[in-house]
């Protein structure tokens, strides 16, 4: 079983530069979840869709888009990379009953330079 | 929001009971609680949810007091493997099934 799948692993970035992360998962989820989590710190939620063709706004959105097209990707696009957006990004899913637990993929590692 | 307190740190030996506290004392009535762990940076991992009766599976058991403001994770047989940070979490009720995550407690097995 592949679960959440992202995509790439580490990546560089300069100041200003764009990127996508991609997220892509295999269990028939409708729900999907994009968070950050800085060094020692929780997770934070940035965005989340409820649905193909459906978003919204997390916790801390600023600096970042997503789309759902499919019900399998959630991409996370970072449109003008900044040093405040060095995280650690995991992507996750879910059945969309509230009791349903959240399942993550291994994360992207970002350093913004 | 309900939000949750948890120790920074934690030790056990190795093949003892760890015993994980969490506070939640502002929980709703119809709020999960919810154990993930997450390993040297991996991805977080589902452990186990509740909501007012103590729950056990394969990895745990989670025992939820009766007023529902706290809780605690118990590993039956900690091994080393079972070295991570663990955090409890809330589930917000609303449309986006929000997890407000703490920075959790960093559990050190040892040998």
């Known amino acids: 079983n592949a679960g959440v799948t992202q995509t790439p692993k580490f990546r560089i970035l300069k100041i200003g530069q764009s990127m996508t992360l991609q997220c892509t998962q295999d269990m028939n989820h409708n729900y999907m979840y994009w968070y950050r989590q800085d060094p020692g710190m929780g997770l934070k939620l940035i965005y989340y869709s409820v649905g193909a063709g459906i978003t919204d706004k997390g916790e801390v959105p600023n600096g970042y888009n997503v789309s759902r097209s499919t019900t399998e990707d959630f991409p996370l696009r970072l449109e003008l990379a900044a040093p405040s957006q060095t995280s650690v990004y995991f992507c996750?899913?879910?059945?969309?009953?509230?009791?349903?637990?959240?399942?993550f993929g291994d994360g992207t590692r970002l350093s913004i330079l | 929001d309900a939000k949750t307190t948890q120790p920074t740190s934690m030790d056990c030996a190795e093949g003892r009971a760890a015993n994980l506290p969490c506070n939640h004392s502002?929980?709703?009535?119809?709020?999960?609680v919810y154990w993930y762990r997450q390993i040297h940076s991996q991805g977080p991992q589902y452990i186990i949810h509740g909501l007012k009766n103590n729950e056990t599976n394969e990895m745990a058991s989670l025992i939820i007091t009766e007023d529902r403001k706290s809780s605690t994770l118990i590993l039956p047989h900690a091994t080393l493997r079972d070295t991570a940070v663990y955090y409890c979490i809330v589930r917000v009720l609303g449309s986006n099934y929000q997890l407000i995550w703490g920075a959790g407690t960093k559990l050190i097995i040892k040998p």
């Open positions: 502002t929980i709703s009535g119809n709020e999960y």
């Open positions: 996750a899913s879910s059945y969309p009953e509230a009791w349903q637990p959240q399942h």
